[in-house]
């Protein structure tokens, strides 16, 4: 239940969040912009808008994620965030991995 009143309550932004959030979207506006300039409408033209959408809208709480987390090592008197143990820099999902599980590059 912890983790449902986290996910589903709203979290005021703190110190310079907004200007954060604010940055994210004036460079998507940009990317936005370029697109819809030099791309004709299609599907494509759609799905990079779309796309693009998604980006801002995950790198939002990415940005508030990330700063909660800096906060917390630092108040502990931490410098550098460590990593799980078995988690070597990857992303959780395995993207960067092969089929055998091996590292490989993107």
Do not use: F
Request: with cysteine.
């Amino acid at each position: 239940m912890k983790k449902l009143d986290n996910v589903y309550t709203y979290h005021a932004p703190k110190g310079d969040q907004s200007e954060r959030y604010e940055s994210i979207r004036a460079k998507a506006r940009e990317l936005a912009e370029l697109i819809e300039e030099c791309c004709p409408d299609s599907r494509e033209k759609s799905l990079a808008n779309t796309k693009l959408e998604e980006a801002v809208m995950w790198a939002t709480p990415a940005s508030h994620e990330t700063n909660e987390a800096h906060e917390a090592v630092h108040k502990q008197g931490g410098g550098a965030m460590a990593l799980p143990d078995g988690a070597a820099g990857t992303p959780a999902s395995g993207r960067g991995r092969d089929r055998g599980g091996q590292a490989g590059a993107l």
